[in-house]
């Protein structure tokens, strides 16, 4: 079988069972966030921290108890990682740094999983299983939350309550994340990948010398970075190790999992807002952009120039052989289009132009399909700006599923639109003109000097957490900056969605008359994937110019 057909069937099969889990999974989404019945475990753990589980909170409130959460989970994990050696299974290894650690903390609190060390020489399994397993499964659980209370300042007239966050945060994690992150473990144990607590073995190889072959709950750390689209990997060569992803198989399932929750979510959110053919607008942007993402990339590296690529039937380079380059395509467009940051190959190997499509869908906003939770709010800001750009067009004030999109709401998307690519740009700008930092670049005499640079700042302050190799970004600079970049893209996009939702919940909702723009119709589609494209365009395509672009054009 060819690689092009191997390739074209595993993206065939993808998108066949991801259409298959979108009505089923999207629906039971929507009712565990509607239903007004707790489970019993749930409801202890609303008597243990305090919460009362059928109290609404206005989105002032929903957002203090997200920011004091999350301030909670890093202060917590950075403690974990300076104790790590008075803890138990530590493997022998050192208290983490504290510029490394507060970097950690805040990479893994922001569903970030950005890495400035090696997974096997740095960390113990405690810290793995109780520090940053735990963290995937929260920090995507708040995305969750944040993305329903969005969708009720739609759905709710006259009230300006959005929901209980620890209703939402609790229902994500123990009703979603955590069944199919049980069930996930248990497929790719039985595929090959390893799960055990056993201390690092020594063997002697082949030539006479030794190896250190590690271990580790690996398989249950896999699954929830993959679903709760977090990506940070238990070995430093993430899912291109072979007891992370031993094979093609893996490989696809890893990608399903990626996928599945930031594709079936406009699915429950149709289904909120009583009218489904909205969530398969948002869904029809979601894939459009991300499937033209995908054969580009495809191409792109299929056609590497250079006698290397030529004999090796593409840019092989970086890239797993069990793999190709149809498994690594798909894998790093579905990475860097979430806020996953998994890598299967080694982004900073890709040619020019592959590198700047890893950017790109990064720089979008990772909202096409986004991640858990953020992915769809993310568009929903989107869709709320190419309403209020229609709505310049024709002359008349802008609606959305029944609320006017005045002013108030337009300083909020206007604010979400740019406070990412100002962190971006700005801490980019600082990393390359300080003399001193030059040294922690390996191209710093190139344009791909700059893209390692540009990476790296677009990766954490997407809440990505993918990186091109060549950047040494273990340093207290960068640490700290990149950590920095972390959180302000993480919370401040997040307090001005949940102030959105607020004061969208306190209108009064709006009749549908023969001048409102039917936002469910393919021409609105085309519209918001043009906004999604233009504004992503004009704000990045400078820098893109100063890096990728020249470097693929060169």
């Excluded at 395509?329 to 080694?346: C, E, K, L, W």
């Amino acid at each position: 079988m060819s690689v092009t057909l191997a390739g074209i069937l595993q993206l065939s099969l993808l998108t066949a069972v991801l259409a298959a889990v979108h009505r089923p999974f999207g629906d039971y989404m929507a009712r565990v966030y509607s239903s007004d019945k707790h489970l019993r475990g749930e409801r202890v753990l609303y008597r243990l921290i305090g919460a009362d589980p059928n109290a609404e909170q206005r989105w002032t409130v929903y957002l203090r108890s997200v920011l004091g959460f999350s301030m909670f989970s890093l202060l917590g994990l950075y403690a974990l990682q300076r104790f790590q050696d008075h803890l138990p299974f530590d493997l022998g290894m050192k208290p983490i740094t504290p510029d490394q650690a507060f970097n950690t903390a805040a990479s893994f609190t922001a569903n970030t999983n950005w890495q400035s060390y090696s997974g096997e020489t740095a960390m113990g399994h405690t810290v793995q299983m109780v520090g940053l397993t735990v963290q995937n499964f929260v920090s995507a659980a708040v995305g969750m939350a944040v993305a329903i209370a969005l969708v009720r300042g739609f759905v709710r007239v006259r009230s300006g309550e959005i929901g209980n966050f620890w209703v939402d945060l609790i229902r994500g994690s123990i009703r979603i994340l955590l069944p199919i992150a049980i069930i996930g473990t248990i497929v790719l144990v039985a595929s090959g990948t390893i799960q055990n607590l056993s201390d690092p073995h020594t063997v002697r190889t082949l030539s006479g010398g030794t190896q250190t072959i590690p271990g580790g709950p690996v398989a249950s750390q896999e699954v929830i970075k993959e679903l709760g689209t977090n990506g940070g990997g238990f070995f430093n060569a993430n899912s291109a190790h072979p007891f992370e992803n031993p094979n093609a198989f893996t490989n696809l399932f890893e990608i399903f999992l990626i996928l599945v929750i930031p594709f079936s979510m406009p699915r429950a959110f149709g289904r909120l807002v009583g009218n489904l053919k909205q969530g398969y607008a948002i869904l029809a942007a979601m894939f459009v952009v991300w499937f033209v993402a995908v054969c580009l990339m495809w191409w792109t590296e299929a056609h590497g120039n250079g006698a290397g690529p030529e004999l090796a039937g593409g840019a092989m380079e970086g890239k797993e052989q069990r793999f190709g380059i149809p498994g690594s395509s798909v894998f790093a467009v579905s990475t860097t289009m979430t806020s996953t940051g998994a890598v299967n190959s080694f982004h900073s190997s890709f040619t020019g132009l592959g590198g700047g499509i890893t950017m790109l869908g990064m720089m979008l906003g990772e909202i096409t399909p986004g991640g858990v939770g953020s992915g769809l709010y993310g568009i929903l800001i989107m869709a709320i700006l190419a309403v209020f750009v229609a709505g310049l067009m024709v002359g008349r004030t802008p609606e959305y599923l029944g609320k006017k999109i005045g002013a108030g709401e337009m300083k909020l998307v206007a604010m979400y639109i740019l406070v990412v690519p100002a962190t971006i740009l700005t801490f980019t700008g600082i990393a390359i003109a300080l003399p001193g930092e030059q040294a922690a670049i390996l191209n710093s005499d190139s344009p791909h000097g700059i893209s390692e640079v540009l990476y790296a700042f677009t990766s954490g302050a997407n809440n990505n957490g993918s990186a091109f190799a060549g950047l040494g970004a273990n340093t207290e600079f960068y640490n700290t900056m990149i950590g920095l970049a972390m959180l302000i893209g993480r919370f401040v996009p997040i307090a001005l969605v949940l102030a959105l939702a607020g004061r969208l919940a306190e209108q009064n909702s709006v009749p549908d008359t023969a001048g409102t723009l039917k936002t469910h119709k393919p021409l609105f589609v085309g519209q918001l994937v043009g906004v999604i494209l233009i504004i992503t365009g004009l704000t990045f395509f400078p820098a893109l110019a100063l890096g990728p672009l020249a470097e693929g054009l060169a």
